[in-house]
């Protein structure tokens, strides 16, 4: 991807929010998805590029304000940490 962070607004208490990333890569290159923040989903957490993969935000239980955390994509020949900002 050529996304260098997810940066997105939702209303207080939207459950569903996505945010789509289109992947990508020289060749077919299977990836996984993968978040430590209980606020961030995947419609599907794993696939073959190219692909969408769709981030799902859950801000039902969020304070008001900013939040940070980071989707990391994982390949067979390496990570790549996207930053998050929900606000």
Known sequence: TSLSRIDTTTVRGHA???????????????????????????EA???????????????SALAPGVHQSTVTLTTATGAFSLPVVLQ
């Not at 569903?16 to 606020?39: D, F, I, K, Q, Y």
């Not at 957490?45 to 801000?59: I, M, N, S, W």
């Open 45 to 59: 957490d794993a696939g073959t590029t190219p692909a969408t993969l769709r981030v799902v935000f859950d801000a």
């Open 16 to 42: 569903r929010h996505a945010v789509s990333v289109e992947l990508s890569a020289g060749s077919a290159e299977s990836w996984t998805a993968s978040s430590s923040a209980s606020w961030i989903d995947f």
